[in-house]
T-cell receptor, first 114, second 113 residues
Framework: DSGVTQTPKHLITATGQRVTLRCSPR?????VYWYQQSLDQGLQFLIQ???????AKGNILERFSAQQFPDLHSELNLSSLELGDSALYFC?????????????FGPGTRLTVL | QQQVKQSPQSLIVQKGGISIINCAYE??????FPWYQQFPGKGPALLIA?????SEKKEGRFTISFNKSAKQFSLHIMDSQPGDSATYFC????????????FGSGTQLTVLP
Protein backbone atom coordinates (compact mmCIF):
# COMPACT_ATOMS: atom_id res chain seq x y z
CA ASP A 1 0.00 0.00 0.00
CA SER A 2 1.59 3.26 -1.19
CA GLY A 3 -0.44 5.47 1.14
CA VAL A 4 -2.02 7.31 -1.80
CA THR A 5 -5.77 6.86 -2.06
CA GLN A 6 -7.93 7.38 -5.09
CA THR A 7 -11.69 7.35 -5.46
CA PRO A 8 -13.67 6.01 -7.09
CA LYS A 9 -12.01 2.78 -8.14
CA HIS A 10 -14.23 2.39 -11.17
CA LEU A 11 -16.34 4.89 -13.06
CA ILE A 12 -18.65 4.20 -15.96
CA THR A 13 -20.25 7.11 -17.73
CA ALA A 14 -21.53 8.26 -21.10
CA THR A 15 -20.02 10.48 -23.76
CA GLY A 16 -20.51 14.16 -23.11
CA GLN A 17 -20.65 13.76 -19.36
CA ARG A 18 -18.39 15.22 -16.68
CA VAL A 19 -16.66 13.31 -13.89
CA THR A 20 -14.41 14.12 -10.95
CA LEU A 21 -11.61 11.89 -9.76
CA ARG A 22 -10.27 12.37 -6.28
CA CYS A 23 -6.81 11.76 -4.83
CA SER A 24 -5.40 11.97 -1.33
CA PRO A 25 -1.59 12.04 -1.21
CA ARG A 26 0.60 10.26 1.32
CA UNK A 27 0.81 11.97 4.64
CA UNK A 28 3.50 14.64 4.44
CA UNK A 29 3.70 14.76 0.65
CA UNK A 30 3.16 18.18 -0.83
CA UNK A 31 3.14 17.37 -4.52
CA VAL A 32 0.49 15.55 -6.51
CA TYR A 33 0.74 14.28 -10.07
CA TRP A 34 -1.93 13.00 -12.41
CA TYR A 35 -1.24 10.43 -15.12
CA GLN A 36 -3.36 8.79 -17.77
CA GLN A 37 -2.61 5.18 -18.69
CA SER A 38 -4.11 3.69 -21.78
CA LEU A 39 -3.16 0.52 -23.61
CA ASP A 40 -1.55 2.24 -26.55
CA GLN A 41 -0.11 5.30 -24.83
CA GLY A 42 1.57 4.03 -21.71
CA LEU A 43 1.81 6.43 -18.77
CA GLN A 44 1.14 9.98 -19.89
CA PHE A 45 1.85 12.83 -17.48
CA LEU A 46 -1.07 15.22 -17.24
CA ILE A 47 -0.39 17.78 -14.53
CA GLN A 48 1.45 18.39 -11.27
CA UNK A 49 0.57 20.47 -8.23
CA UNK A 50 2.79 21.48 -5.39
CA UNK A 51 1.32 22.80 -2.16
CA UNK A 52 -1.80 24.02 -3.89
CA UNK A 53 -0.22 25.57 -6.95
CA UNK A 54 0.16 24.20 -10.44
CA UNK A 55 3.79 23.34 -11.07
CA ALA A 56 3.85 21.60 -14.43
CA LYS A 57 1.54 20.72 -17.25
CA GLY A 58 1.90 17.81 -19.60
CA ASN A 59 -0.35 16.61 -22.37
CA ILE A 60 -3.54 17.57 -20.61
CA LEU A 61 -6.55 18.32 -22.77
CA GLU A 62 -8.41 21.60 -22.35
CA ARG A 63 -11.48 19.56 -21.37
CA PHE A 64 -9.54 18.37 -18.33
CA SER A 65 -8.72 20.44 -15.29
CA ALA A 66 -7.35 19.81 -11.85
CA GLN A 67 -6.78 21.51 -8.56
CA GLN A 68 -5.12 20.86 -5.24
CA PHE A 69 -6.93 21.97 -2.14
CA PRO A 70 -5.53 23.41 1.12
CA ASP A 71 -5.66 19.98 2.74
CA LEU A 72 -3.49 18.80 -0.21
CA HIS A 73 -6.01 16.43 -1.71
CA SER A 74 -6.48 16.86 -5.43
CA GLU A 75 -9.27 16.47 -7.92
CA LEU A 76 -9.10 15.85 -11.65
CA ASN A 77 -12.13 17.01 -13.57
CA LEU A 78 -12.86 15.52 -16.97
CA SER A 79 -15.63 17.10 -19.04
CA SER A 80 -17.29 16.56 -22.41
CA LEU A 81 -16.08 13.00 -22.19
CA GLU A 82 -15.24 11.09 -25.34
CA LEU A 83 -14.80 7.38 -25.93
CA GLY A 84 -11.06 7.92 -26.18
CA ASP A 85 -10.92 9.20 -22.61
CA SER A 86 -11.48 5.68 -21.36
CA ALA A 87 -8.32 4.83 -19.46
CA LEU A 88 -6.76 4.29 -16.07
CA TYR A 89 -6.07 7.53 -14.25
CA PHE A 90 -3.35 7.46 -11.65
CA CYS A 91 -2.51 9.95 -9.01
CA UNK A 92 0.96 9.99 -7.51
CA UNK A 93 2.49 12.02 -4.73
CA UNK A 94 5.96 12.98 -3.63
CA UNK A 95 7.41 15.03 -0.83
CA UNK A 96 8.89 18.03 -2.58
CA UNK A 97 7.94 17.52 -6.20
CA UNK A 98 11.48 17.42 -7.50
CA UNK A 99 12.15 15.26 -10.52
CA UNK A 100 14.38 12.98 -8.46
CA UNK A 101 11.79 12.45 -5.77
CA UNK A 102 10.24 9.01 -5.63
CA UNK A 103 6.65 9.17 -6.76
CA UNK A 104 4.17 7.01 -4.90
CA PHE A 105 1.27 5.94 -7.05
CA GLY A 106 -2.29 5.30 -5.99
CA PRO A 107 -4.29 2.28 -7.16
CA GLY A 108 -5.89 4.25 -10.00
CA THR A 109 -9.39 5.01 -11.19
CA ARG A 110 -10.60 3.07 -14.19
CA LEU A 111 -12.79 5.29 -16.33
CA THR A 112 -15.02 3.75 -18.96
CA VAL A 113 -16.84 6.07 -21.32
CA LEU A 114 -19.70 4.42 -23.21
CA GLN B 1 9.78 17.36 -25.65
CA GLN B 2 11.44 14.31 -24.17
CA GLN B 3 10.74 10.96 -25.75
CA VAL B 4 11.71 7.70 -24.13
CA LYS B 5 11.83 4.61 -26.30
CA GLN B 6 11.53 1.33 -24.43
CA SER B 7 12.03 -2.16 -25.76
CA PRO B 8 10.96 -4.86 -25.98
CA GLN B 9 7.23 -4.39 -25.63
CA SER B 10 6.90 -7.86 -24.14
CA LEU B 11 9.38 -10.41 -22.84
CA ILE B 12 9.04 -14.03 -21.87
CA VAL B 13 11.82 -15.57 -19.80
CA GLN B 14 12.28 -18.91 -18.13
CA LYS B 15 12.67 -19.01 -14.37
CA GLY B 16 16.30 -18.42 -13.48
CA GLY B 17 17.02 -16.57 -16.70
CA ILE B 18 18.12 -13.00 -17.25
CA SER B 19 15.58 -10.37 -18.29
CA ILE B 20 16.90 -7.31 -20.08
CA ILE B 21 14.86 -4.21 -20.86
CA ASN B 22 16.32 -1.26 -22.72
CA CYS B 23 15.47 2.42 -22.86
CA ALA B 24 16.78 5.33 -24.88
CA TYR B 25 16.16 9.00 -24.24
CA GLU B 26 16.67 12.13 -26.30
CA UNK B 27 17.74 14.90 -23.98
CA UNK B 28 17.67 15.61 -20.32
CA UNK B 29 18.51 18.53 -18.10
CA UNK B 30 18.87 16.33 -15.05
CA UNK B 31 20.33 12.87 -14.68
CA UNK B 32 17.92 10.71 -12.80
CA PHE B 33 16.59 7.55 -14.36
CA PRO B 34 14.11 5.44 -12.42
CA TRP B 35 12.46 2.15 -13.20
CA TYR B 36 8.95 1.48 -12.02
CA GLN B 37 7.28 -1.91 -11.64
CA GLN B 38 3.55 -2.37 -12.03
CA PHE B 39 1.55 -5.46 -11.12
CA PRO B 40 -1.92 -6.00 -12.60
CA GLY B 41 -4.53 -3.91 -10.86
CA LYS B 42 -1.95 -1.84 -9.02
CA GLY B 43 -0.25 1.48 -9.53
CA PRO B 44 3.41 1.60 -10.55
CA ALA B 45 5.97 1.46 -7.76
CA LEU B 46 9.59 2.59 -7.81
CA LEU B 47 11.88 -0.40 -8.28
CA ILE B 48 15.33 1.12 -8.65
CA ALA B 49 16.81 4.42 -9.84
CA UNK B 50 20.21 5.61 -11.00
CA UNK B 51 21.76 9.04 -10.56
CA UNK B 52 24.51 10.68 -12.60
CA UNK B 53 27.55 9.79 -10.55
CA UNK B 54 27.53 6.09 -11.40
CA SER B 55 27.19 4.03 -14.57
CA GLU B 56 25.72 1.03 -12.83
CA LYS B 57 23.58 0.42 -9.79
CA LYS B 58 22.69 -2.93 -8.32
CA GLU B 59 20.01 -3.77 -5.80
CA GLY B 60 19.65 -7.46 -5.20
CA ARG B 61 18.79 -9.15 -8.48
CA PHE B 62 18.06 -5.84 -10.21
CA THR B 63 20.76 -3.82 -11.97
CA ILE B 64 20.56 -0.58 -13.94
CA SER B 65 23.27 0.09 -16.49
CA PHE B 66 23.59 3.65 -17.74
CA ASN B 67 25.43 4.82 -20.86
CA LYS B 68 25.35 8.59 -20.89
CA SER B 69 27.14 9.06 -24.22
CA ALA B 70 24.69 6.75 -25.96
CA LYS B 71 21.72 8.15 -24.01
CA GLN B 72 20.68 4.66 -23.10
CA PHE B 73 19.96 2.79 -19.91
CA SER B 74 18.82 -0.72 -19.23
CA LEU B 75 17.37 -2.90 -16.51
CA HIS B 76 18.77 -6.37 -15.92
CA ILE B 77 16.89 -8.84 -13.76
CA MET B 78 19.11 -11.73 -12.78
CA ASP B 79 17.71 -15.12 -11.77
CA SER B 80 14.25 -14.03 -12.90
CA GLN B 81 11.37 -15.41 -10.83
CA PRO B 82 7.67 -15.88 -11.61
CA GLY B 83 6.97 -13.20 -9.00
CA ASP B 84 8.85 -10.72 -11.22
CA SER B 85 6.10 -11.03 -13.83
CA ALA B 86 4.85 -7.46 -14.17
CA THR B 87 5.05 -4.44 -16.43
CA TYR B 88 8.21 -2.41 -16.17
CA PHE B 89 8.48 1.27 -17.06
CA CYS B 90 11.63 3.28 -17.47
CA UNK B 91 11.51 7.05 -17.11
CA UNK B 92 13.71 10.02 -17.84
CA UNK B 93 13.45 13.67 -16.83
CA UNK B 94 12.07 16.01 -19.45
CA UNK B 95 14.44 18.42 -21.11
CA UNK B 96 12.23 21.40 -20.38
CA UNK B 97 12.19 23.56 -17.32
CA UNK B 98 9.41 21.56 -15.71
CA UNK B 99 11.75 18.61 -15.23
CA UNK B 100 8.99 16.09 -15.18
CA UNK B 101 9.41 12.41 -15.79
CA UNK B 102 8.60 11.02 -19.19
CA PHE B 103 7.80 7.33 -19.03
CA GLY B 104 8.58 4.68 -21.60
CA SER B 105 5.75 2.66 -23.08
CA GLY B 106 6.32 -0.30 -20.77
CA THR B 107 7.56 -3.87 -21.06
CA GLN B 108 5.33 -6.72 -20.03
CA LEU B 109 7.56 -9.37 -18.48
CA THR B 110 6.39 -12.94 -18.05
CA VAL B 111 8.62 -15.35 -16.18
CA LEU B 112 7.66 -18.96 -16.78
CA PRO B 113 7.95 -21.40 -13.85
Amino acid sequence: DSGVTQTPKHLITATGQRVTLRCSPRSGDLSVYWYQQSLDQGLQFLIQYYNGEERAKGNILERFSAQQFPDLHSELNLSSLELGDSALYFCASSYSGGVNNEQFFGPGTRLTVL
Amino acid sequence: QQQVKQSPQSLIVQKGGISIINCAYENTAFDYFPWYQQFPGKGPALLIAIRPDVSEKKEGRFTISFNKSAKQFSLHIMDSQPGDSATYFCAAPSSGSARQLTFGSGTQLTVLP
